[in-house]
């Protein structure tokens, strides 16, 4: 497919960096986008890094995929979904069994026997910092080894100087919101350990699958509005500021964009699909592991873990290529779903792939 775009090419300088040698190398054909000299932050050396520095590190994938590459001529790779499914359920699975475990093993007349639910909140913030940071690592991998879409005519976005800190900081509060959040929606009992058939219904992926449909279509409804309508415009350019993001730009966003997105659309999903607390917990952790998947661009067939497989002879499972098309287009992008493409079918705002072409 031949693109549309004829435009120069030049650089956007960082509001925090000045263009030197280290800026990213220019790509040999003309292409309408702008290309951001290597923020400050990412030139330090390490020891010289700020904590938020140092944490927004983990999102950094090797040099290549923030340099623009020859063109590949060959079809990205199928990601195995059931293998992001074990990897997936060995992520999630050991704080469950943790809480059962200490239930079984400390008596019931102990003082310590039950969690509070604060107690319960610190561990399962806990256990979702170390899901998110294990969840990035395990996307720059896959960036390096497959590279990224579009990479041809213009390489990822590092993170901004001046969004370092902000990002970081947004990460930590989506963490903390969420997990009090499924605590709260699920009415978690303090006298009631994880387990299958009691906590977690045994037609739970029924359920979950169900709870993302319901999700997607109160964010298609507000992703559409605010590309749709130049005042809603406003709550959500900070987002598109990126056109190749990295995983840890899903959260990039403004104060409101946030509360909408962190709180009000899964609270719409959770009174629709009411799950339990730890049902929840493990909705949060698969919905976390999609947002960074949508935002690494990753050049791979790489669907949703949960309701891909279903939707995929409908033609309405969703691709790391389908949002990375939806940024690439900026306010004028279509793809506006984030967990399927089943009401971008509906009503006809599918943007069309590029490389994921099946044949």
């Given amino acids: 497919m031949t693109s549309i775009f004829t435009t120069k090419t030049i650089y956007e300088e960082s509001q925090d960096s000045e263009a030197d040698a280290n800026s990213q190398r220019l790509p040999s054909s003309p292409v309408t986008y702008q290309l951001r000299a290597t923020p400050n932050w990412v030139k330090k050396p390490y020891h010289e890094r700020n904590f938020w520095e140092r944490v927004a590190t983990l999102d950094l994938a090797n040099n290549k995929c923030y340099t623009v590459q020859p063109q590949n001529p060959n079809p990205p790779p199928n990601i195995n979904v059931w293998r992001e499914r074990i990897w997936l359920t060995m992520m999630i699975a050991p704080p469950l069994i943790i809480q059962a475990c200490w239930y079984y093993i ?3 007349n102990n003082f310590f026997h039950t969690w509070h639910p604060i107690v319960a909140f610190i561990f399962y913030t806990a256990a979702l910092i170390i899901f998110t940071i294990n969840s990035i690592k395990r996307l720059t991998n896959y960036m390096n080894l497959y590279g990224t879409f579009d990479e041809h005519n213009r390489p990822r976005d590092y993170v901004d100087d001046k ?3 902000r990002l970081i900081l947004s990460v930590f509060i989506y963490i903390m919101i969420r997990t009090a959040g499924g605590l709260i929606l699920g009415g978690y009992n303090r006298y ?5 058939g009691h906590t977690i219904s045994w037609n739970f992926p029924i359920k979950i699958g169900l709870w993302f449909i319901v999700l ?3 964010f298609y409804s507000y992703h559409r509005s605010v590309h749709t309508f ?3 415009w406003k709550i959500h350019r900070k987002h598109h500021s990126t056109k190749h993001p990295t995983p840890i730009q899903a959260i990039l966003a403004d104060d409101l964009q946030d ?3 962190i709180i009000f659309i899964p609270l719409g999903a959770s009174l629709v699909m009411p799950l339990s607390a730890h049902e929840l917990w493990i909705t949060q952790c698969i ?5 960074g998947v949508g935002h690494c661009g990753a ?9 891909g497989e279903v939707l995929r002879p409908f033609k309405m499972e969703i691709t790391i290529e389908d949002h990375d098309l939806h940024h690439r287009h900026g306010k004028s992008g279509k793809n506006y779903g984030k967990q399927t493409r089943i009401f971008d079918q509906i009503f006809n705002t599918i943007c069309e792939r590029i490389e994921c072409i099946e044949k």
């Fill in 259 to 261: 509360i909408i997105e």
């Fill in 192 to 196: 009631t350990p994880p387990s299958l």
């Fill in 299 to 307: 050049r791979a067939y790489w669907t949703h873990p949960v309701v």
């Fill in 230 to 232: 130049p005042f809603l």
């Fill in 287 to 291: 919905l976390l592991y999609v947002e």
């Fill in 163 to 165: 969004d370092v800190s």
């Fill in 216 to 218: 997607d279509f109160f």
């Fill in 106 to 108: 400390i008596p019931e």
